[in-house]
């Protein structure tokens, strides 16, 4: 069955540190892979995507096909960095988006 | 260009009691998908509607039902309210049939409407 694996719930960094948040997901076929965000009050909304292969608030993923892993980078933690961090997982042939379970950030500074 | 809207916010029902949760689309997308949401977990899968008609489920029970109106916008229905049925509902909506690197996975998502079951 498709999954995906957010094994921290919670991940305190101080400001400038590296930050990796994790992400396994498990299926078999062609994956999209994406990282969604929820800044406190705010909406859930799209950070990035693996297909687009850009940078976006200083973070990147990798989708790593032969780990099975899509874990989101950024080398300097900024403040307003803090939030929950969803990784999600799109089938090639179906309709649904399936989420993690998510991952507080918190920077400290 | 409008964002996805909900409503009612919040409301709370008692159990064996029938809500219906209503959700406007962004301008210019024509699928919406629900999702639940528990508290501390990540946004569980209900259904996706597309032009009108039900274009993949997840692992819910017949008792959670849905519409899609011909101006996009869309209603999920739950029968027989549990407990466990409280939750954060989000529509989420989209531009085309989700197809792989098509873009039309990328979700916008509304605010969502808290439910509340006694």
């Known amino acids: 069955a498709q999954r995906v694996t957010q094994p921290e719930k919670l991940l305190s960094v101080f400001k400038g540190a590296p930050v990796e948040l994790k992400c396994n997901y498990s299926?078999?076929?062609?994956?999209?892979l994406f990282w969604y965000v929820q800044y406190s009050r705010q909406r859930l909304q799209l950070l990035l995507r693996h297909i687009s292969r850009e940078s976006i608030k200083g973070f990147t993923a990798d989708l790593n096909k032969g780990e099975t892993s899509f874990h989101l980078k950024k080398p300097f933690a900024q403040e307003e960095d803090s939030a929950m961090y969803y990784c999600a997982l799109s089938f090639s042939s179906a309709s649904k988006i399936i989420f993690g379970s998510g991952t507080r950030l918190s920077i400290r500074p | 260009e409008t964002g996805v809207t909900q409503s009612p916010t919040h409301l709370i029902k008692t159990r064996g009691q029938q809500v219906t949760l209503r959700c406007s689309s962004q301008?210019?997308?024509?699928?919406v998908s629900w999702y639940q949401q528990a508290l501390g977990q990540g946004p569980q899968f209900i259904f996706q509607y597309y032009r009108e008609e039900e274009n993949g489920r997840g692992n819910f029970p017949p008792r959670f039902s849905g519409l899609q109106f011909p101006n996009y916008s869309s209603e999920l229905n739950v029968n027989a309210l549990e407990l466990d049925d409280s939750a954060l509902y989000l529509c989420a909506s989209t531009n085309g049939r989700a197809r792989s690197g098509s873009g039309a996975n990328v979700l916008t998502f509304g605010a969502g409407s808290r439910l509340t079951v006694l």
């Open positions: 299926y078999s076929g062609s994956p999209e």
């Open positions: 301008s210019g997308h024509n699928t």
